[in-house]
């Protein structure tokens, strides 16, 4: 398990838009990390107030962050190149843990292409084919 100053050091995202708290188990070719979803998140205040669902925009992106973690190196900026299949199973409301699946497919020059996931208590809440590169 990584804590969310190894997940600073992989990415260049910051507080309010770091959307992954920390990694579970990583590979050269996998990573499952996860975000804590909190009642009182910012985004609540403004997304649907009194019935706060996480936005699926945001889920995306947390996946985009993850696959972020696993393939960037040092001083390298993850871009998002596409998204392919993006479907979303489940509405994602707080308090609640997500976490992010993200395997390597294939890489060609300097963009990866990755299968993603996002779960809540073990369901399916979104996923989508990701095209991620670096500059």
Request: net charge neutral.
């Amino acid at each position: 398990m990584r804590d969310k100053e190894f997940v600073k050091e992989r990415i260049p995202h910051r507080e309010p838009f770091l959307l992954v708290d920390g990694v579970i188990s990583m590979t050269d070719s996998e990573i499952l990390a996860f975000r804590d979803l909190l009642q009182n998140d910012p985004v609540f205040e403004g997304h649907f107030p009194g019935y706060p669902i996480y936005p699926g925009v945001l889920i995306l992106e947390g996946l985009a962050q993850t696959a972020g973690i696993l393939l960037l190196k040092p001083n390298e900026t993850p871009l998002f190149a596409g998204i392919e299949r993006a479907r979303f199973k489940t509405i994602v409301r707080p308090p609640c843990r997500i976490e992010y699946s993200v395997k390597l497919i294939n890489s060609r020059m300097n963009v990866a292409k990755l299968e993603t996931s996002a779960y809540v208590e073990g369901k399916l809440a979104a996923k989508a084919i990701l095209l991620v590169s670096s500059m």
